[in-house]
């Protein structure tokens, strides 16, 4: 019902967009979210977003990720200034039944993307 776009490779400083859609006849989420996984580690909150535009972020990318809609069924991840540390797998994951927490948590997503790479070059 999630499927992201927009992975791929960049050098370290420069920026990426991602994109996550809502596929067919599914309706939106609540809470919309984005997850990565660093190889050997679990998976980590980067950011969400409700459907008033509410946003939270993960420590690790305030200042650098800005989460928004694009449309009724698309959210985007901008991404800027990358680090090698940014790489990973990125997930889409919606909440259909809650609301956007500040603390951006696993166990509250229960429809998940297939993820994207990004990968981060020094």
């Known amino acids: 019902q999630l499927a992201e776009s927009g992975g791929g490779t960049v050098r370290t400083g420069g920026n990426l967009t991602l994109s996550c859609g809502v596929i067919?006849?599914?309706?939106?989420?609540?809470?919309t979210a984005w997850f990565r996984q660093v190889h050997g580690k679990s998976r980590e909150g980067v950011a969400s977003i409700d459907v008033h535009g509410r946003a939270n972020y993960g420590d690790s990318v305030k200042g650098r990720f800005a989460v928004s809609k694009v449309n009724i069924k698309t959210v985007s991840l901008q991404m800027s200034n990358l680090q090698p540390g940014d790489t990973g797998v990125y997930y889409c994951a919606g909440d259909y039944d809650g609301y956007c927490k500040e603390r951006i948590d696993i166990g509250d997503y229960n429809y998940w993307g297939p993820g994207t790479q990004v990968t981060v070059s020094s």
């Open positions: 067919g006849n599914s309706g939106r989420p609540r809470c």
